[in-house]
């Protein structure tokens, strides 16, 4: 054993205000998601209010300023992660929120569609902080306990996702466009006051040192288990995604009244991300009493099971019914896959490999549409689900694969 390997692992794992920094990187997660989320049922609106007239440019410039944010979140993800390796997770965390908080509050000032974008853009490389707080978390927990804690932190995370666009529904019509923008930043700032004087990170040059002489990747003993760990998280938000662009279009051929294609579109949607609010901190608790491998395996079989009927419903409440119990599948897949990334890398490279986790999951967010859209408006929309069933299906073979052959080894 090296000396570097060495100072790591005299690095001890978890943390005594373990239990503190989890209520507060819930409510800053939460927080956080609901200001990066209420944007979209207004953005078209504010994108034609900031001088774009064209009904298509409208469309256009509203999807480049959407995905502005996770295509620059992408890129900088293992980056901030491996600078939160060396000088600590808590600093990534104060970062996002006072970056967020001034670009978020500075779109409710933008003079034109090009500032919106740029501050998109920022938002996506300074922001982060949900996926700090996933690190800072896995990190800091007790590893008997870690899937639970990132269960609670997902569920906070998905709740604002759900709770965003409904707030952003409601608040331009009282205070407008605008001052909408600069309440969000007002939400984010709290969030950065109580990450600055209330999560506690004990300091360790031993995982300091370790950090900056590791190399991330090469620290790695065993890389299978991190691999899988990628391509799962890439696969989650790919089907997740892939669905996405179709909802509304499949609603329409089974909903016979058109006046309600659009509620019953949202509370499809809504129905999978309230399916995995629940269930995120059981399957997290779950996993850690019988082993991340076989839930994150069984998750991905019965979600890709599921949609199979979901290709053939002939009413919204069946679509709405399947698709809650798919979000019940796959709530506890992201806690079990961070779990299990954390649990096969060294503390000093935790950070950087968990960024690249994050990017994986990005990729698939962006991928996902566009390959459903592809495929939905090319092949059929049936071709869509029985497609992403195929994928999850052969995702849950590997993933056992994987985990038989590392309990070999």
Not at 174 to 183: E, K, P, Q, Y
Not at 249 to 265: E, F, K, L, N
Not at 321 to 343: D, E
Request: contains cysteine; glycine residues 12%; proline residues 4%.
């Amino acid at each position: 054993m090296t000396d570097t390997q060495w100072d790591a692992a005299k690095v001890a794992p978890g943390s005594a205000y373990w239990k503190r920094n989890l209520v507060i990187s819930l409510l800053g997660s939460f927080t956080t998601i609901v200001a990066m989320t209420l944007l979209l049922p207004f953005l078209p609106l504010y994108v034609e209010e900031l001088g774009v007239s064209n009904h298509a440019a409208i469309v256009q410039w509203s999807g480049i300023a959407y995905g502005a944010t996770f295509l620059a979140a992408a890129c900088v993800a293992p980056i901030w992660g491996r600078l939160g390796d060396i000088y600590g997770r808590k600093l990534m965390l104060v970062r996002a929120s006072l970056g967020m908080t001034i670009a978020i509050s500075l779109m409710g000032m933008a003079g034109s569609v090009w500032q919106l974008v740029a501050l998109r853009l920022f938002v996506g490389l300074a922001g982060g902080y949900a996926s700090g707080s996933m690190v800072l978390v896995a990190t800091q927990t007790p590893k008997d306990r870690s899937a639970w804690a990132l269960g609670v932190l997902s569920s906070g995370i998905m709740a604002g996702n759900l709770v965003g666009p409904l707030i952003g529904g409601a608040l331009p019509p009282i205070i407008g466009i605008r001052g909408t923008f600069l309440a969000a930043g007002g939400m984010i700032f709290f969030a950065f006051l109580a990450t600055t004087f209330l999560i506690k990170e004990e300091k360790s040059a031993a995982r300091k040192q370790a950090a900056k002489a590791s190399g991330g990747w090469k620290s790695i003993p065993d890389k299978r288990p991190v691999v899988a760990m990628l391509a799962t998280g890439l696969l989650l938000m790919l089907a997740n995604m892939s669905i996405e662009p179709i909802i509304t279009v499949y609603v329409a051929q089974i909903v016979p009244d058109q006046g309600r294609v659009t509620m019953i579109s949202g509370i499809v949607m809504s129905a999978a991300a309230l399916g995995s609010i629940l269930s995120a901190s059981r399957l997290g608790k779950l996993a850690d009493r019988i082993g991340h491998w076989p839930v994150i395996a069984g998750a991905l079989a019965i979600a890709g099971l599921l949609l199979i009927p979901q290709a053939f419903v002939n009413a919204s409440w069946q679509l709405i019914g399947l698709r809650f119990l798919m979000g019940l599948a796959l709530g506890g897949l992201l806690p079990c896959i961070t779990a299990v990334i954390r649990h096969s890398v060294p503390d000093s490279a935790a950070g950087s490999i968990l960024g690249l986790s994050i990017s994986s999951q990005y990729v698939g967010q962006v991928a996902g549409p566009v390959l459903g859209g592809f495929v939905g408006g090319h092949i059929g929309m049936p071709a869509v689900f029985l497609g992403t069933c195929v994928l999850l299906l052969a995702g849950a073979a590997f993933t056992w694969l994987v985990r038989t052959k590392s309990e070999e080894a």
